[in-house]
């Protein structure tokens, strides 16, 4: 019971496909959560669950002792962070700031320097596991930050993730993450340029990827991604437009210290030119296309 | 009994790291099996397991039902079968082929147009599952040819290998080999620059791929393979100089198509420039080496 009445109040801001579920899982955990999105139809709709939801940011911030954001791009971070309107203007002092949108980890330091000048506890901590895993409750949580606010935070993690990891200060999480896209974009460019090799020596994809998806070649991005295309099912289960801003990211972050990441570069460009053709609202598995049409 | 009686004599040419424990397992199933190398102490040793020695292939053809051979590089193939001391020049009339080694398609193909003319039945075979597949039986056995030899010498394949299809005309199981190969190229690559990212970043690489290898960026490669990298582990598992054959061949054949495979082109370059620095004797891991010596 005791444990219970200490449970912090959340303010969620982003209440899309990813934050909904997350939302409806701190729910589940007794956490008080109110809600805040740009487009208030979808933070309205977590009522029925429990959520209380707010028209502002302000009055969001005032009433939170953790605010969590999962907004989209790196600007919409900025926004609700820095923005007259937004969070810094109006928490309260020891309030603790999450961010768990895939962002700059520039702009995770920012937060955390801002955080500091405030009296208020700054974390990144982006996630992976998609939107099964926000549903499930099984997400991976990669967090940047400081130990101590770490361990406060935890238990609030723990409601919507099962791999919960300190990386190190404040960007940590996010260089993480774009670790994880890194090899994401390997792996998933590899399974692509093999099922197009396949296809061209007239051998079926969908034979060759049953042969060798088991052994030395497999992958969660060959399996569960890339064989979608295989199917011709296009469809998104990760937006080929967000995995360009990861990419992005990552690029700019690799170019800053002179990292040469040139399997990272390939498949930015042809991801960056599949979104020209229009290419941008499906799923990533998509990259097979410019390999097979011509 | 009538079984056993039934059963093929087999002839192995190359009894190397991969074929030496190959012949143990047709010796395990009941095949009598003659054995040639070029390198003679290694194909003597497997007297002790049953084996019969051969000295010349010519007395190794003279008394074999099937010829499996699994050397090294495309020359030893043609060597092989097309020298003046070999297969063609020595096969019975009736004979099946196979050839195991990783090789070209294009020298798979010259292979069974060469068995047609002389009465003898010719499969590409190569494998997956590197030395543990081999001594365990648990291979992977990609095979091309046509359907009625591969049922017929079925048998014989699955004293070495579990997972055993056939891909289609002559040349199919080398061209689902090298689709393999590619989408190896990438996972590796891919995991190798994510590792070298979080390096830079000042972040543990040893912690980073224990957030990540469980998700959406695993691979077969970042858990079994790049991981000894971070791990200062660089003894071949799967050696470097035999990866950067296959790659070769790889994109010799999608250039021939005028296939475009960036990622795979990337990989076969760095990969040649480490070969170049005395790197080829070491597991393919050693890519990690390109990323974080400078």
């Keep these: 019971m005791k444990g219970e009445m200490m ?26 959560v109110q809600v805040f999105n740009r487009s208030k139809d979808k933070a309205k709709a977590l009522e029925k669950d429990g959520a209380v939801f707010q028209n502002t940011i302000a009055d969001l911030a005032q009433n939170s002792d953790v605010i969590i954001t999962m907004v989209g791009y790196p600007e919409d971070v900025e926004e609700v962070y820095f923005g007259s309107e937004g969070i810094f203007e109006n928490a309260k002092p020891g309030t603790y700031l999450i961010d768990m949108t895939t962002t700059s980890p520039k702009l995770s330091k920012a937060i955390e320097a801002q955080a500091k000048i405030d009296g208020l506890y700054a974390l990144d901590a982006p996630v992976t596991g998609g939107d099964k895993g926000a549903r499930e409750g099984t997400l991976t949580i990669l967090v940047g930050g400081e130990q101590e606010d770490f361990q406060t935070v935890k238990p609030v993690l723990q409601a919507m993730g099962t ?84 990419m992005r990211i990552a690029k700019a972050e690799a170019d800053s210290d002179e990292l040469e990441l040139p399997v990272l570069e390939d498949v930015l460009e042809i991801s960056q030119e599949l979104e020209k053709e229009g290419c941008g609202d499906n799923g990533t598995q998509i990259i097979l296309k410019h390999y097979i049409d011509e």
């Design 163 to 246: 791999k919960i990891r300190l990386m190190g200060p404040a960007g940590s999480g996010q260089h993480t993450k774009m670790a994880n896209q890194i090899a994401i974009a390997g792996a998933l460019s590899g399974a692509a340029e093999a099922m197009a090799y396949a296809k061209e020596k007239g051998l079926s994809m969908e034979t060759v990827l049953e042969a060798i998806s088991s052994g030395a070649a497999g992958s969660v991005q060959m399996t569960n991604v890339l064989s979608r295309a295989v199917e011709g099912d296009y469809q998104p289960g990760f937006f080929l437009k967000h995995f360009i801003k990861d």
């Design 7 to 32: 449970k912090k109040r959340i303010g969620f801001i982003g209440t899309g496909i990813m934050g909904a579920p997350m939302v409806k899982n701190l729910l589940k955990a007794g956490y008080p």
